[in-house]
């Protein structure tokens, strides 16, 4: 009964999410008219910082409760899955066109800081510690880090007002604009969380263990309004908000959601993670990165590779 009952509020959760997203799509779209500054800066702030809401959320719950690994792995399955499922599915859908500003500046932060959570963790491998941790300090590291992506996105917006002389009118004007975002984002959230907890008692009703279900389910989970956000987006046109979205969603991913909680309760020690999952979060911080600056876009080529190395890296996350 209970598995059925989960099974009704994930198609529930399902159907918030895609109409939420379609609306808070909308809405960012129309602020950054009213505002006159560009999608990709929108994409970068509004709609990453608030479909990673989920996933600030779930670490803090999981770390305060003690869960470790399901902190780590909300945020490193969450990286990995914006990338390689959620970019490589947009692309197939329609080719996503990446600016030289993005191929030069937001995608090489966006690969720096995957690496310097990879350089933190990694204790055994790169310093002989006896066990993988993610201390206060390298939490305070990550934070400093973000204070230099939050100064770029200031630096962004002086730009953008300053270049920007169009006359064309927004589709809304902005208090509607904020509205459809507040709408939006609140059926995003909504729909999520009824995935997540849907999902989480159909695995653990299965079997499956925390390390699986952390880099699946609440990964997956958490990632969906990503997912959704990026695909209207890409369906829509708004190529920008797409690209901006996935970058500004992994950034703050790493810099917040797992900084933030590490800084506030301390050092994590994860238990069940392997080095296959840090390699594969910069493996896919540097693809996007290949793909873009090669050439200028990720085409449905491109998107269903990023679908393949997907699937081969999360069979092995189920077999091993």
């Known amino acids: 009964m209970q598995v059925f009952l989960s099974i009704i509020l994930l198609i529930v959760g399902f159907v918030a999410l895609i109409k939420g997203a379609d609306v808070f799509v909308d809405g960012a779209s129309s602020t950054a008219e009213n505002f006159k500054v560009s999608k990709i800066l929108i994409g970068l702030t509004i709609i990453a910082f608030g479909t990673s809401a989920p996933e600030f959320a779930v670490s803090l719950s999981a770390i305060a409760s003690g869960s470790t690994d399901m902190v780590l792995g909300n945020v490193i399955g969450s990286c990995i899955l914006n990338i390689l499922l959620i970019l490589g599915i947009a692309a197939i859908i329609h080719p996503i066109k990446i600016s030289d500003d993005t191929v030069k500046k937001e995608l090489p932060l966006c690969m720096l800081i995957s690496v310097l959570l990879a350089v933190l963790i990694l204790d055994v491998f790169l310093a002989g510690g006896e066990t993988n941790q993610i ?26 007002r300053q270049e920007d002389s169009s006359t064309s009118q927004p589709k809304y004007h902005l208090g509607k604009s904020l509205i459809f975002i507040a709408i939006g984002l609140a059926g995003i959230i909504l729909g999520s969380e009824l995935v997540v907890s849907s999902v989480t008692t159909i695995a653990e009703a299965i079997g499956f263990s925390e390390r699986v279900i952390a880099l699946t389910v609440i990964a997956f989970g958490t990632s969906l309004p990503e997912l959704v956000t990026t695909v209207v987006a890409a369906r829509k046109g708004e190529q920008d908000l797409a690209v901006g979205n996935i970058i500004g969603s992994n950034i703050f991913n790493i ?66």
């Open 135 to 160: 201390t206060r300090s390298d939490a305070i590291v990550i934070l400093l880090f973000f204070s230099v992506f939050l100064y770029y996105l200031i630096t962004l917006a002086r730009k953008n």
């Open 255 to 320: 810099c917040v959601v797992l900084g933030v909680p590490v800084a506030l309760f301390g050092t994590i020690t994860p238990i069940g993670f392997q080095t296959l999952d840090i390699i594969m979060l910069v493996a896919s911080a540097i693809l996007i990165f290949l793909f873009s600056i090669t050439t200028k876009k990720i085409n449905r080529i491109g998107g269903a590779t990023m679908l393949i190395v997907f699937c081969i890296y999360y069979g092995i996350v189920l077999l091993v």
